[in-house]
């Protein structure tokens, strides 16, 4: 399945792995390039060093391209920046910021930058600004999002822009990768699936909370304060919501959250922890490889739009 986007990032299916703080590490990353896919090193809160590290243990494990996804709300993101080009990163996805700043350097660097975009207003920008693409992510998603949803986006993003649109948020199928496609996009970029792939080194407590999630699982936190961030809903969401409805400070609401993440994701507390995920959750149902994952979806998205 050839588009502008698998001819861009020199890979076989039209599939990106999401940049996941905590999850997207060099396992996964390489197992989504060697299945074909593109893997990122999801940069998220971590040190240039420790996303340098990531990097070169991930090209142990494929020659294949991988990217990595700079966090723009990180402390951390300056320093990332450089690493990317440092180390002959040849695709760097972005999320929750304007990437402007670091453009010129990426481009120039022959860096392919694929900003992550919440409206069509950012979308533009970005074009102008040098982007190669850009994923548009719908609401649908886990972590921190934006208002808009993947199937409004979408075509309002490719209406808008005559770079290729990646759609994300909300797909985990086949047939989400299909209708993806006719909304607009020439890829998919999920993260929620592959956080409970064979390859993802997530406490398994963490993958068993995904498999058993329903439909209506998710909430988000975070709201009041312009940090909307989707997780699945467990006493930490309990506890936030109440306090932001008490009118609690970002600061006060921030400790609550500190570190939650990492008790998820490394020691498998569901309870107290921050269990990122998208709406799709209640939808995966079992632990697979990243081959077959990608194989099984790939052959049910050329089916569809066949069809
Ligand atoms: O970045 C993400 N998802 C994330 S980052 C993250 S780490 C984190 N942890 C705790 C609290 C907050 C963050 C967890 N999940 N997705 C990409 C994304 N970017 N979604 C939405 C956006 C976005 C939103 C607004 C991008 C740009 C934007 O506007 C920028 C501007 O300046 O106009």
Known sequence: MKTRVTELLGIECPIIQGGMAWVA?????AAVSEAGGLGLIGGANAPGEV???????????????FGVNVML???HADDVAKVVVEEGIKVVTTGAGNPGKYME????????????????????MMEKGGADAVIAEGMESGGHIGEATTMTLVPQVADAVSIPVIAAGGIGDGR??????????????????FVVAKE?????????RIIKAK????????????HPVRCLRNQMTRDYIKMEQEGKSFEELEYLTLGTLRKAVMEGDTVNGTVMAGQIAGMIKKEQT???MIDEMMAEAVQLLHR
């Open 200 to 208: 993802s080194i997530v406490h398994p407590g963490y993958k068993e």
């Open 73 to 75: 709300m990180s402390p």
């Open 176 to 193: 989400g990768i299909a209708a993806a496609f006719m909304l607009g996009a020439e890829a998919v970029q999920m993260g929620t699936r």
């Open 215 to 226: 439909d209506i699982d998710s909430t988000v936190t975070g709201r009041t304060h312009g």
């Open 290 to 292: 990243c081959k077959e």
């Open 51 to 65: 996303v340098r590290e990531e990097i070169r243990k991930a090209r142990e494990l494929t020659k294949k391209p």
């Open 25 to 29: 590490e060099h396992h996964l990353a």
């Open 105 to 124: 350097m990426w481009k120039a660097a022959g860096i392919k930058v694929i900003p992550v975009v919440a409206s069509v207003a950012l979308a533009r």
